[in-house]
């Protein structure tokens, strides 16, 4: 595809390798190195002179580390000529700082949009933003693609018998909603309540009726994993005959693994948009790649085709 060149920092190198790969291009090359004071240096090892350039770098730890590369490289291919840069973000960073909900502090997922365009990016593409008013906090183009129909096709696969969808609290009843639409099943809402001063969400409520069902808990992230869990064992106790998640992004922090390995939830259907390390790995995360839409949006964005087909 003449034109066109993909980089990737170090955040997810299998990740960007599986997009070229999808493309049928090379990955491009360039090296990061450390100093022996911990500053980063990023140089461009290939002529991207007027070229049509993609980074692939997703927020993972150490995620300001891999969102200092990503800037770094922007400027540099910048610097280099490159004609447009677009930063490929599947995992947008600080996506959960979208809001100043305290006094005094950074609403930094703004923040990060305006570094991303000082950097040199003329253009973001991600995947499901925590927030979707994070995409209005930038002022170049950008796309957000979804992971949902991908997730969605995995599930019908699984022969799943009078199944339902679980939204694990009421914020995300919306999103949830979107899953039980695409797989005609119905809905049910997990709702949490907070009582005393511990400032602890504790189930109280279910909306819907899971009794004898297979339960299938969406949402687009796991970090500790604290209300799927929580989620999990409330939907069992009601009856639910099993329970299973499907989830977009696997941030997997904390004592996620350790709590997934002692749960009864049967499986955990996730994609690649986050590198999950080996220990972190397990039997139940089942691990669908994004790498084939993300190479078709970078495609139609190439070749100032519309992307309104990937978003549905």
């Known amino acids: 595809m003449p034109g066109l060149k993909v980089f990737t920092g170090s955040a997810h190198p299998a990740l960007a390798q599986a997009i070229c790969d999808a493309l049928g291009l090379p990955l491009g090359r360039s ?12 140089k461009i090892e290939e002529n991207v002179r007027e070229e049509d350039v993609f980074v692939v770098q997703p927020s993972c730890p150490p995620v300001s580390e891999g969102l200092v590369e990503l800037l770094i490289m922007l400027d540099a ?40 365009e000082a950097a040199g990016a003329d253009r973001v593409l991600t995947m499901d933003l925590h927030s979707p008013q994070i995409q209005g906090f930038f002022r170049i183009p950008s796309d957000q693609l979804t992971a949902v129909p991908l997730l969605c096709n995995h599930l019908r696969t699984l022969g799943l018998r009078e199944a339902v969808v679980v939204a694990a609290d009421v914020g995300e009843a919306k999103d949830a909603g979107r899953f039980a639409k695409r797989l005609d099943l119905p809905l049910a809402i997990v709702d949490k309540r907070r009582s005393g001063d511990d400032e602890r969400a504790r189930v109280a409520h279910l909306v819907g009726d899971v009794a004898g069902r297979d339960c299938i808990i969406v949402d687009d992230e796991i970090a500790t994993g604290g209300t799927l869990f929580e989620a999990t064992d409330f939907l069992l106790g009601a009856g639910a005959r099993s329970v299973q998640a499907a989830i977009v992004h696997p941030v997997l922090s904390g004592p996620a693994t350790a709590r997934l390995r002692g749960s009864p939830l049967v499986r955990l259907t996730v994609t690649d948009t986050i590198p999950i390390p080996p220990e972190k790995q397990d039997p139940k995360i089942d691990v669908l790649s994004v790498a084939p839409v993300l190479a078709q949006a970078i495609t139609r964005i190439h070749d100032g085709a519309s992307l309104s087909d990937l978003f549905h």
Do not use: G
């Open 31 to 42: 090296t990061t190195r450390r100093f022996s004071n911990e500053n980063l240096k990023v």
């Open 77 to 116: 291919l910048k610097s280099a000529s490159a004609r447009r840069v677009t930063a490929v973000l599947p995992y947008y960073p600080y996506a959960r700082s979208d809001k100043k909900d305290e006094p005094r502090i950074s609403i930094t997922a703004r923040l990060v949009a305006d570094l991303l």
